[in-house]
Nanobody, 124 residues
Framework: RLVESGGGLVQTGGSLKLSCAAP?????????IGWFRQAPGKEREGVSC????????YYANSVKGRFTISRDSAEKTVHLQMTSLKPEDTGHYYC??????????????????WGQGVQVTVSS
């Protein structure tokens, strides 16, 4: 199971860094891994994905230029650096991974593993 951390409350324009830690024995280098989010009353949406094949990163249009996904294979951790946060970024953020390493654009397709999620709240 993946374990997220780093959520919290921040003002508009602020920054947060989410982290997703993989359990021991988990090989991040074989996984496509990324982030989803779900706002109250809305469907879950993909935010970003990083491919293990070549390290290519993908972002939803709504976060492009503001969010950065990165992977630390030695620490078995994936980060999502979020800057210039907006109230519409508010939601529960989930880390997800899929065996095989391929992203479908900014989405981790049919994830094999999920985290429990962390709350991100951006106040206006």
């Amino acid at each position: 199971r993946l374990v997220e951390s780093g959520g919290g409350l921040v003002q508009t324009g602020g920054s947060l860094k989410l982290s997703c830690a993989a359990p021991s024995g988990f090989n991040l280098d074989r996984e496509a891994i990324g982030w989803f989010r779900q706002a109250p009353g809305k469907e879950r949406e993909g935010v970003s994905c990083i491919s293990s094949i070549d390290g290519t990163t993908y972002y939803a249009n709504s976060v492009k230029g503001r969010f950065t996904i990165s992977r630390d294979s030695a620490e078995k951790t994936v980060h999502l650096q979020m800057t210039s946060l907006k109230p519409e970024d508010t939601g529960h953020y989930y880390c997800a991974a899929r065996d095989g390493g391929y992203c479908r654009g900014h989405i981790v397709p049919n994830p094999d593993y999920w985290g429990q999620g962390v709350q991100v709240t951006v106040s206006s």
